[in-house]
């Protein structure tokens, strides 16, 4: 069967270079007689899988030397947890921005281990939009602030960062992570889950500021502490060595593709096909606030739910799979990654205009 275009949100498509790349390598790594799977994490060849991964990903997003670069277990999930247990070591209370399914999970997370401050929300419209922020509204004695810069059920990006002054920044970015440029030093940790933007499923990425390191609460478990990753170089047990290694690929084609900046700029453009013909369409609307409208995931509508499930059943037979929006919104969305080719974009858009008039 040839190739189709999959709109998932996540795991999500990947870039085809690096499967057949992976693919080549399965059986035999480079000469060394067996695959990544079955490598030690220490050993030489490993070793410098991991660290041109971490390398590239440095110079992707030009993360500063006063930050570490972590590899780690337990998805994003995890992380809002994590952040809240090595993060709330002064006043014990935080300020979320709550935009989402995900925001309320970090929230719910932080609050069982101190205050958490839910300073805007834009519950009240199904979260389709990123709720007006302006600096007076954070406590400048959080430990904390914390947002989900996009938004991935609901298809909304913050179109600009907070002003937080000295608080740190802590950003959920596991759906728009090196997808659009990003000052990295204006955050005191960003991390991210792998399977939408960054390879397969198992590795989560943290991107942490020294500073913030080693002040944990003492009832974090060791696997939990920043420190403990930090000190060992993510390797204080065994990292999941076969998804570091196909991220390290993916970080590779995106040098080769010229860097975030360029995948921003084929992202913009790729987004603008769909929202345009959106904007002009009788029969699909989409259902984010304008100025809220993300890069990475499209969501939209048709006029009615029997037409909706009509179009994501023909569409994934045209290839075009995976459209069904999240089970609590309904509808379609289109997730469409670095890794989504134009090409895939493009028929998707001819499929939706053949389909309005087919539909009319
Ligand atoms: C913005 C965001 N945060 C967190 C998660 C949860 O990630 P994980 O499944 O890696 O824990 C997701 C997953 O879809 C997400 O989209």
């Not at 939990?224 to 170089?233: L, Q, R, S, V, W």
């Not at 459209?323 to 990654?337: D, E, F, N, Q, T």
């Amino acid at each position: 069967m040839p190739r189709v275009y999959n709109f998932s949100a996540g795991p999500a498509t990947l870039p085809v270079e690096v499967l057949e790349k992976a693919q080549k390598d399965l059986v035999d790594y480079q000469g060394n007689g067996m695959s990544v799977m079955e490598m030690s994490h220490r050993s030489p060849e490993y070793t410098a899988i991991f660290n041109g991964a971490i390398e590239n990903l440095k110079s992707l997003m030009s993360v500063p030397d006063n930050y570490k670069i972590l590899f780690l277990h337990g998805g994003a999930s995890s992380q809002f947890g994590m952040v809240p247990l090595n993060l709330f070591s002064d006043k014990k209370k935080a300020d979320y921005i709550n935009t989402g399914a995900w925001s309320k999970k970090a929230i719910a997370e932080a609050k069982r281990y101190g205050t958490v401050n839910v300073v805007a929300s834009s519950e009240d419209q199904t979260f389709n939009y990123i709720p007006e922020i302006s600096n007076d509204m954070f406590d400048p004695e959080a430990d904390y602030v914390h947002i989900t810069t996009n938004n991935t059920i609901y298809g909304t990006t913050f179109p600009e960062l907070p002003e937080v002054g000295n608080v740190p920044l802590v950003a959920d970015m596991s759906s728009n992570i090196l997808a659009q440029e990003y000052d990295v030093s204006k955050f005191g940790i960003i991390y991210a889950g792998a399977q939408k933007n960054i390879g397969p499923a198992g590795v989560a990425i943290v991107i942490v500021l020294e500073d913030l390191i080693g002040n944990e609460l003492d009832i974090c478990p060791r696997m939990f502490n920043y420190k403990t990753h930090a000190d060992n170089g993510s390797m204080f047990n065994t990292p999941p060595t076969y998804a570091v290694y196909v991220a390290g690929l993916v970080f590779e084609w995106l040098i080769a593709k010229g860097g975030v900046a360029e995948m921003q700029k084929i992202n913009e453009e790729k987004a603008g096909w769909l929202y345009d013909f959106l904007d002009n369409s009788k029969l699909f609307n989409g259902t984010t606030a304008t100025n809220s409208r993300s890069t990475m995931n499209v969501p939209f509508v048709t006029t009615s739910e029997e037409l909706d499930a009509k179009f994501i059943k023909e569409a994934a037979a045209s290839g075009l799979k995976t459209l069904k929006g999240h089970r609590s919104v309904g509808g379609m969305r289109a997730s469409i990654y670095n890794a989504m080719p134009t090409e895939g974009v493009k028929a998707l858009v001819d499929f939706m205009k053949d389909f309005e008039l087919k539909n009319k």
